[in-house]
């Protein structure tokens, strides 16, 4: 008898009671659930029975801390009504909604954070799973909604807001038990419109026999979506069309201060269409120069098991890179193709390629469908000529071979192979995603020849031979030996990392070192390099360089010891490592560097130079640098130009 009274007064408060007096615990729910303030400023009204109903004015949740405004969200007048037993049996029915004289504003900081990500998370132990995981049925039915003055702002550091207004969007009864859908507004400059029906409304609720039937568009951009879907999951009986046309997206795009990826016309149509015991999915898609293909089949929307071949192409890729601001890249076609089969989990690319005239790069592997998985993608990509893909770089082939993997905090290339012309280069480069940018990598060869990097053509060896004749025209000297252009010391204060590298063999024109070590270090705007090396004949490097910042800029300290080497870098032409002097270096030089002419000129220290018997080729100075040295060594041979 006493818990059927409990249960009877229990529903009677809930009928009766004043649940608007919870009010200040619905507030500090939110708060602490979403780490901003939440504050219901106006009248709140809740109600639990015989339906859910809800009702709250002047509704603000807090910006970030970082935002430039405050509230991110603020909400003149919201109210809605919910079936109670849809809250248990699913899915939810949300009876009405309505909203008004809404304001919302979404920025990001010159880090990249953004303000709608919150702090807490809902649930820490509530596993996360893909945004378009399998849905047999639609989660929510809204069966009546009115949204009314409803004004979107997005900000982020260097462009103007965009600014989206909802003027009036409403869901209400159709005919024939369909839902009708209307609304308008403006995106910038842009006028919106939305009309059309979907339903009915137990169909959605039952997830089968949906008929849609709805076109919008936002300025010049036409949207047309007709058809029908038999069932959601497994995807059945579809018989769905859309299509979305626009004459100038160049100009659309350039307008709302998005990336300008293609010039010209789009148009694009999807079908979604009965194939057996699975759907048919075909897209055709141009957009200017770019043209892509999708076929394959679904079993679920959202491409939830689904099995596709994707083709297409870009007319001009450096055109491409430069609307994501990636400079240098070759203006030539490019090509992508390949299969690409998903699962709730991942997506799998099988031999997806991607090709540019000379060169082609192949992938397969897995990409997790949640933040929380891992990417593992090998990959295999070669190269007719580096040329092709930067000026400047010489005609050589590469080849290029490993295994990326990536996850949410870092990711990494292992396995890694290089070959570029007879060069051979292995190991592994990871980095992380957040916090202050830090790369490692681990390199070794077994020959390493850089000359190919450093030679010049012949007329522009022919050039400098004469930059120094009487009459010659053409570039001024410059006023010093050592430039005033500050050096990029700022680079340094943005990136840690640590390099190590074993090299067997390293090349340089003639010249030849052996058992080549070293390490590149990093850390917080300091650089250290530590080199070792043996010569060819004989002898042995070891160098260290330390640069610290300081008010100044930053403070040098070289410390170079060099013995009896002898590796071949002065050799003539034709003549052995063993025949060239043997060469001694003791070096021990404190500067502050905030540009090469400061450097030489506030540099303290002493550089000792020492060179055994033997023959020299002329111009042999070159390779330790123009300048001050080369002038030296012309003076001292006076007859460098005849002389070989």
Do not use: C
């Amino acid at each position: 008898m006493s818990l059927r009274r409990s249960l009877l007064g229990a529903v009677l408060y809930l009928a009766f009671g004043d649940l608007s007096r919870h009010k200040p615990r619905v507030e500090e729910f939110i708060t602490e659930r979403s780490g901003r303030s939440f504050r219901i400023e106006g009248p709140f009204e809740l109600e639990i029975l015989p339906e859910v109903s809800v009702a709250a004015e002047n509704v603000r949740l807090g910006n970030a801390e970082w935002g430039t405004e405050q509230p991110m969200l603020d909400i003149g007048r919201f109210a809605t009504v919910i079936d109670l037993w849809s809250l248990i049996s699913g899915p939810v029915r949300i009876r009405s909604l309505e909203l008004s004289d809404v304001a919302v504003l979404l920025e990001k900081d010159a880090e990249g954070n953004a303000n709608w990500v919150l702090q807490h998370a809902p649930d820490p132990e509530l596993k996360e799973r893909p945004a378009d995981a399998v849905v047999t049925e639609l989660p929510v039915v809204l069966e009546n909604s009115r949204l009314s003055n409803v004004r979107i702002t997005y900000r982020q550091p260097g462009t103007t807001d965009r600014v989206a207004v909802f003027s009036d969007f409403s869901i209400a009864q159709g005919t024939g038990e369909l839902l009708a859908v209307s609304g308008d507004g403006s995106l910038k400059d842009y006028p919106m419109a939305l009309g059309g029906e979907i339903g009915p409304v137990d169909a959605l609720a039952a997830g089968r026999d949906i008929r849609i039937a709805i076109d919008g568009s936002i300025g010049n951009l036409q949207l047309d979506v007709s058809g029908g879907i038999g069932r959601l999951y497994p995807l059945d009986g579809a018989d769905l069309h859309l299509q979305l046309a626009n004459p100038d997206v160049g100009t659309m795009l350039r307008n709302l201060q998005l990336p300008v990826v293609a010039e010209g016309a789009m148009k694009a149509t999807a079908t979604l269409s009965d194939a057996g015991e699975a759907t048919g999915l075909e897209v055709d898609a141009t957009l200017g120069d770019i043209r892509a293909k999708v076929n394959g089949t679904l079993a679920a929307l959202g491409l939830t098991d689904s099995d596709l071949e994707i083709s297409a192409t870009v007319g001009d890729v450096a055109r491409l890179g430069a609307a994501f601001g990636l400079e240098g890249l070759p203006k030539a076609e490019l090509r992508l193709g390949g299969r690409m089969k998903t699962s709730a989990e991942q997506i799998g690319l099988e031999s997806f390629t991607a090709q540019l005239p000379g060169a082609k790069a192949t992938f397969d592997g897995n990409v997790p469908r949640s933040a929380q998985g891992g990417s593992t993608l090998r990959f295999e990509t070669v190269v007719d000529s580096i040329a092709r893909l930067k000026a400047g770089l010489p005609e050589i082939p590469l080849q290029a071979t490993g295994t990326y993997a990536g996850h949410r905090d870092r990711f990494e290339f292992r396995d890694l192979k290089l070959t570029l012309d007879q060069n051979e280069l292995s190991g592994k480069v990871a980095a992380n995603r957040t916090g202050r940018k830090r790369i490692e990598a681990q390199l070794s060869s077994r020959r390493l020849d850089l000359t190919p990097f450093r030679s010049r053509k012949p007329e522009e060896q022919q050039k400098s031979k004469s930059s120094g004749s009487a009459g010659t025209s053409g570039k001024s000297k410059e006023k010093f030996v050592f430039r005033d252009q500050p050096l990029p010391l700022d680079k340094l204060q943005r990136t840690d990392g640590q390099l190590q590298f074993t090299l067997a063999e390293l090349v340089l024109d003639k010249g030849v070192l052996r058992d080549v070590s070293g390490s590149l270090q990093l850390d917080q705007g300091s650089m250290t390099l530590d080199f070792r090396a043996s010569g060819t004949a004989a002898g042995q490097i070891d160098s260290e360089v330390r640069v610290v910042p300081s008010p100044r800029g930053a403070d040098l300290t070289m410390n170079v010891l060099i013995r009896e080497l002898r590796a071949g870098l002065l050799a003539p032409e034709g003549e052995g490592p063993g025949k060239s002097p043997p060469m001694n270096v003791n070096a021990e030089v404190r500067a502050s560097v905030s540009s090469p002419r400061q450097m030489a000129a506030g540099a303290n220290g002493r550089i000792v130079y020492t060179q055994g018997k033997g023959r020299v080729r002329s111009g042999a100075l070159d390779i330790l640098g123009s300048g001050i040295l080369s002038q030296i060594g012309s003076q001292l041979n006076p007859f460098s130009a005849e002389d070989p």
